[in-house]
């Protein structure tokens, strides 16, 4: 993400739906009762009170968070993110109280893999990821190292996991591929000294360590689907659960937490397995099944806990009956559209590689859920009355499901031969209803549908665009459209002849365009990073603003009043400009993956962007 140096004013971020579910032990419990995750750079504290939940975001992180750490007194909050190789992967440690970034610490090369307090706040251990494979020890007072050290032997493979014990601040363990071992931290030497546990014949790859409160022995979830009972006093593995080999939890166990009071363990396994082991023989009590693979587990109270997974759902379970509860859900993979409803701003609708999602605006909550098995649903767009929501897929095929019901209302086969990537929806144009959908495929084509109760009739198609059709937009008398395309052309075509009555052309993909409200002008965007204004009168070329420095520009929405314009694109930046002046008046910084796609709500309340990494961002609109 570039850096933001001129003196624009920042986008207020106000929520926020998502969840790093690939983060490994990336969803932890606060002292206070709040919940720490991370979303693509963002580290986001959430706490849930009266009915409604606040977030409050740390932004600092140039890249990907891929670790995350909570102090045992709740005073600090640690972050390691991914970055590029041969750079160097930060830490930043966080005051929780304040939301303040105290210290950035930079020393591992490419990603930092797994973070862990010290007991007493005094230290913090860090552990590189593969290209880096070092421990580091660092001074939380001063913010500096103190001393490092290789994770592990030459002959050993990677170290992943990293876990600090409870009641000693200079001893932490490591684990991870056919290594285990346990650190000391000597201050006066400036040195730490690592011990190897003896595990015998057993080859194992630990996922992820947990200590008991005696720090007696350690947990380790392994790859293999069992668990690893080792003493740290003698450093020996004792015991290895399940007993039963047909208990083996498949796809591994990916995450632990530990009841000190009934002697049992919680693990989260690979297949969506939450299961609790009776200690000290490591018996199964209870199981449950959730969807995806539980990548963390924190003990929430005496009575339940949270789990998150790697489909970016967070569970609230249950202890005495271990019943789970979905507490919140969100998109994991690229978000391709959004929509609002004509005229409502209390609900918005996204599409995405394995479903369409509606949501509330005001609560962040999911209220449908439309999936059509192995499909991706390209765009979408509510019919006027927002009766129906009308959806493009890449088997080819229109879908139009009821918003509330997510009930299949029709579908037209063979829209267009190579997905259909682009839709617009017509005013109804008689008194039974009938209305008209312009379609855009990858095959270049722009067809006219006509939709009746009954049937769905292909009225005509335009073949002009040599590439794929990227966005439509239709006029408000009904008469005429523009569609944009990636073969560097805009055609404004008349939708009473069915013939072409402009053309745009620029050295550029074209990602999307708009009209100005008073239809004299259009708005284009795409990947020679500029924002065109042409006139839609005769197709000449106005101005030009270079609107990125980097990256193609993906989303493109402009105000009811004409005033001001939102992009947004690969350079992970939500910018609003004065349509007038062309200039940039607010920025919004958060996005760690590409945007592709920008939204202004009817009411003018806020702008939604949504994600690559499956984000849904809802920034205020400022009052000017």
Not at 299 to 326: M, Q, R
Not at 350 to 368: G, K, P, Q, V, Y
Request: with cysteine; glycine share 8%.
């Amino acid at each position: 993400m570039p850096p933001i140096t001129s003196d624009f004013t920042h986008l207020e971020l106000e929520t926020i739906i998502g969840f790093g579910g690939a983060v490994p032990q990336g969803l932890l419990k606060h002292s206070d009762g709040h919940m720490v995750y991370s979303l693509g750079s963002t580290v986001v504290i959430e706490s849930s009170g009266e009915g409604k939940k606040s977030q409050d975001f740390l932004q600092g992180h140039t890249n990907t968070v891929s670790c995350l750490a909570v102090s045992k007194s709740g005073k600090f909050i640690a972050s390691g993110q991914v970055t590029h190789m041969g750079f160097q992967a930060d830490i930043i440690i966080w005051d929780f109280e304040n939301r303040k970034l105290l210290h950035r610490l930079t020393l591992h090369k490419v990603k930092v893999q797994a973070l862990a307090f010290s007991p007493n706040d005094k230290y913090l251990a860090s552990l590189g990821g593969e290209d880096d494979n070092s421990v580091i020890v660092w001074d939380l007072a001063k913010g500096a190292a103190i001393c490092g050290s290789p994770a592990g032997k030459d002959s050993a493979g990677v170290t992943l996991s990293l876990a600090y014990l409870n009641n000693d601040d200079n001893i932490f363990v490591t684990g991870g591929h056919s290594t285990l071992r346990v650190w000391e931290l000597n201050l006066t030497q400036r040195k730490v000294r690592a011990t190897d546990c003896q595990t015998g014949q057993i080859k194992r790859i630990v996922k992820c360590i947990t200590v008991d409160s005696d720090d007696e022995f350690m947990y380790c979830g392994t790859t293999t689907g069992d668990l690893l009972q080792v003493n740290l006093r003698t450093k020996l593995f004792k015991v290895s659960g399940p007993p039963k080999e047909k208990d083996l939890f498949s796809m591994g166990v990916l995450s632990a937490a530990l009841y000190k009071d009934d002697n049992m363990i919680v693990v989260g396994c690979g297949d969506g397995t939450i299961a609790a082991l009776k200690l000290p023989k490591l018996n199964i009590l209870r199981t449950v099944k959730v969807s995806g693979s539980v990548t963390s587990i924190a003990v929430y109270d005496d009575n339940s806990f949270v789990a998150g997974t790697a489909y970016s759902n967070i569970y609230h379970v249950t202890k005495k009956d271990f019943k789970a509860t979905l507490k919140s859900t969100c998109h994991y993979s690229a978000i391709n559209d959004i929509c609002f409803p004509p005229n409502s701003s209390e609900v918005f609708a996204t599409a995405s590689d394995t479903d369409i999602r509606i949501w509330n605006a005001m609560t962040a909550t999911e209220l449908l859920r439309i999936a059509v098995p192995n499909l991706e649903c390209n765009c979408i767009t509510f019919k006027k009355d927002g009766s129906s929501l009308i959806s493009g897929w890449n088997d080819g095929k229109i879908r139009a499901f009821g918003p509330q019901s997510g009930r299949l209302q029709y579908e037209i086969h063979d829209a267009h031969k190579r997905g259909v990537t682009a839709l617009a929806v017509t005013d109804p144009f008689n008194q039974r209803g009938d209305f008209r959908i312009v379609s855009g495929g990858g095959d270049g084509q722009v067809r006219v549908w006509k939709v009746t109760k009954q049937i769905q009739i292909l009225e005509d198609a335009m073949k002009e665009h040599k590439g794929t059709v990227t966005c439509i937009k239709i006029r408000k008398n009904n008469l005429e459209c523009v569609s944009s395309s990636s073969d560097g052309s805009c055609i404004v075509w008349d939708l009473t002849r069915y013939v072409r009555n402009q053309v745009l052309f620029a050295p550029s993909f074209f990602k999307a365009v708009a009209y100005f409200p008073d239809e004299s002008q259009l708005l284009t965007s795409g990947t020679d990073r500029k924002v065109a204004y042409w006139e839609a009168f005769d197709g000449s070329l106005i101005r030009e603003l270079e609107a990125s420095q980097s990256d193609t520009i993906n989303g493109l929405d402009i105000t009811a009043d004409g005033r001001f314009f939102v992009i947004g694109g690969s350079d992970k930046l939500v910018k609003m400009y004065r349509y007038e002046e062309g200039d940039v008046v607010f920025v919004g910084v958060g996005h760690s993956t590409d945007i592709t796609k920008v939204k202004i709500s009817p009411d003018h309340r806020c702008v939604v962007s949504v994600s690559a990494e499956g984000a849904v961002f809802s920034w205020k609109f400022p009052d000017i």
